[in-house]
């Protein structure tokens, strides 16, 4: 069974860093591109950030772009997301989805979601 | 970059009802489309991809059907379980969402 676990959220100060973890299990972690998504209260889903299978190559939304940065350890099964430069606008719900194949594909698998809340 | 628009933005039906969600997206993205359930709380939920195809496990009432630039989710005979928030996403060039369409009881 796939199952993927996020660990890592809380509140932070905004200007502050955070760094998010996707516990992978149930597939061989190193075939799949993995995705972040993130959600505010009460809002739609936001594509935030995407790797593919080897960590060779990343992905961001422009709102993200030069403070996000996606990173895996395949040989931990864990993907990462590392949030510097926070700010209230990055307050969300923040999901680890896995592609349902290696390149172009819809999310087929996603976690619980770990909840960021930036605020002073 | 590409936009997706739903429509409508929320939909008042009962049980047993036939449902109809549009999605447009602002360029052709041939087939490249995907819809997903969402209940409060809950992680979102993969129903259809590449348009069309059904997820496994998923009911057969859900259907999807289009491309290019119009896609319609289709659910035949609307279920209590079925009350829930609908998505569609793009990823023909990057992943880009619709803002949802909330099903909600007559």
């Known amino acids: 069974e796939v199952q993927l676990v996020e660990s890592g959220g809380g509140l932070v100060q905004p200007g502050g860093s955070l760094r998010l973890s996707c516990a992978a299990s149930?597939?061989?972690?190193?075939?799949?591109?993995m995705h972040w998504v993130r959600q505010a209260p009460g809002k739609g889903l936001v594509w935030v950030s995407r790797?593919?299978?080897?960590?060779?190559?990343?992905s961001n939304a422009d709102s993200v772009k030069g403070r996000f940065t996606i990173s895996r350890d395949n040989a931990k099964n864990t993907l990462y997301l590392q949030m510097n430069s926070l700010r209230a606008e990055d307050t969300a719900v923040y999901y680890c989805?896995?592609?349902?194949?290696?390149?172009?594909?819809?999310?087929?698998?996603w976690g619980q979601g770990t909840l960021v809340t930036v605020s002073s | 970059d590409i936009q997706m628009t739903q429509s409508p933005s929320t939909l008042s039906a009962s049980v047993g009802d036939r449902v109809t969600i549009t999605c447009r997206a602002s360029?052709?993205?041939?087939?490249?489309l995907a819809w997903y359930q969402q209940k409060p709380g809950k992680a979102p939920k993969l129903l259809i991809y590449?348009?069309?195809s059904l997820e496994s496990g998923v009911p057969s009432r859900f259907s999807g059907s289009g491309s290019g630039t119009e896609f319609t989710l289709t659910i035949s005979s609307l279920q209590p379980d079925d009350f829930a928030t609908y998505y569609c996403?793009?990823?023909?060039?990057?992943?880009?969402f619709g803002q949802g369409t909330k099903v909600e009881i007559k």
């Open positions: 590449k348009a069309s």
């Open positions: 989805t896995r592609a349902s194949g290696s390149g172009w594909y819809a999310l087929g698998y």
């Open positions: 149930g597939f061989t972690f190193s075939n799949y591109w």
């Open positions: 360029q052709s993205i041939s087939d490249w």
């Open positions: 790797i593919n299978s080897d960590g060779s190559s990343t």
């Open positions: 996403q793009q990823y023909n060039s990057y992943w880009t």
